[in-house]
Every structure is written in C-alpha cells, then in structure tokens.
C-alpha cells in the first residue's frame, strides 16, 4: 500500500477563493481524520469519520469548512470561501479501529495551504 | 490540545546526553501514542501504550504509561542529531469510536 495520499501537497490561493483538499486514505482501515497544524495551536482535530459516517465534527472551526466522506476510499475537506487564517498544514489520518483500541494512525504527508 | 499537555515545549541537548519529555492528560488515558514529526513532514509512529505502567522501547527511545495513566513520559538516551524534530503525544479517551487528539508537540535540537 502506497500510505496515505494527500493531494495537493501545497496550494495557494487568493482570499475568498474555494479550496478543496483530497485524501486518500488506507485500503481497509475504517475510520479517518482531518487535522489542521499551526504554530500557534498545534495540532488540532477538525473531523474524524468511521466507516465513512462523520462521528464529530467539533473541531472544524466555522460553517466554512466542510468535509466528506462519500466511500471508504475517498475524503475531501473544502473552505468555501477562504481567508488569511486558514493557511495552516493539513494532515489526514487514516486508522483501523480493532475492538476497543485501534492499531496506530498512519498519516498523509500533509497539504500546506497559503491563503494569500 | 488543552486536554493533553507537554513539557517542555521545546528542548536544546549536546549529543550523547540523555533527555525527557512528558505528557500530563487532565483525564483517564485509554491509549497513549507517540509520534515523531521531521519540520515539514507528517508524522512518524513510534509507539502506542494501553496499560497502565506500560513500558516500551524503539531503538534508544523508550516510553511509560504510568499506574494511574494520566501522564506519560519518552526517554531519549544518548541522543543524536538524528532524533531532532518534534515530538507528539496523542491520546484515546474513550473505547467508543476512538477520537484521536493530540498534545502541542514538543521541538527537540540535538546539537554535535
């Protein structure tokens, strides 16, 4: 298995501008995250879904953003409309939970999103 | 995460010294994770704990779960410039749907 793939691996894009970002997740792993990394706040949760259903969602800080999951293959996070804020680095996560506890998190190599 | 706090934020060492870093959870721990993440990269599994007073190593790093599980320690011995980057503990909550959350990171320099 390749991993998990993240595409695009950097985007810039004017302020107002919709941006989706793609992943890929492990072949057979059920559930899969969204994180966003800062400097200033680390490495947030914004959405994690098992068995392509959203399970929570808290994390994803304004109605801008907005996730899916439509197969087991396939998730994409999309800021409509972008601002300044948002540039941050975005991981996807995929994971296969076995009973109570999971096997480790196996992560994408990130996108680096520059809202200009 | 507010919910998982590490120290120190960040770390300075000669090469060959020893070093730790900590993970304090405000809540009971299921699962204890960590990763190591090289500066624009994404992040490298080192270990996952569960039990309490768990022990594991990798090569030169070894880490703890304690009795209570809340709070986790890695050890790093005799470091070298190749363990320089930064380090994440991540933790389960709950047995339900596992939602993985993570600490702020501590950044380690190894210095020749």
């Known amino acids: 298995d390749a991993g998990v793939i993240q595409s695009p691996r950097h985007e810039v894009t004017e302020m107002g501008q919709e941006v989706t970002l793609r992943c890929k997740p492990i072949?057979?792993?059920?559930?899969l995250f969204w994180y966003r990394q800062t400097m200033m706040r680390g490495l947030e949760l914004l959405i994690y879904f098992n068995n392509n259903v959203p399970i929570d969602d808290s994390g994803m800080p304004e109605d801008r953003f907005s996730a899916k999951m439509p197969n087991a293959s396939f998730s994409t996070l999309k800021i409509q409309p972008s601002e300044p804020r948002d540039s941050a680095v975005y991981f996807c996560a995929s994971y296969q939970q076995v009973g109570a506890l999971g096997t480790e998190a196996f992560f994408g190599q990130g996108t680096r999103l520059t809202v200009v | 995460s507010q919910e998982l706090e590490q120290s120190p934020q960040s770390l300075i060492v000669q090469e060959g010294k020893n070093l730790t870093i900590n993970c304090t959870s405000s809540?009971?721990?299921?699962?204890l994770y960590w990763y190591k993440q090289k500066y624009g990269e994404g992040l490298i599994f080192l270990m996952m704990?569960?039990?309490?007073?768990e022990e594991k190593s990798h090569e030169k790093i070894t880490a703890k779960l304690d009795e209570k599980k809340q709070q986790s320690s890695l050890h790093i011995t005799a470091s070298q410039p190749s363990h320089a980057g930064i380090y994440l503990c991540?933790?389960?909550?709950?047995?339900?749907?596992?939602?993985?959350?993570f600490g702020a990171g501590t950044r380690l320099a190894v210095h020749p």
């Open positions: 704990l569960q039990k309490g007073g």
């Open positions: 809540k009971t721990l299921y699962g």
């Open positions: 072949s057979g792993h059920n559930s």
């Open positions: 991540g933790a389960v909550f709950s047995g339900g749907y596992n939602k993985l959350i």
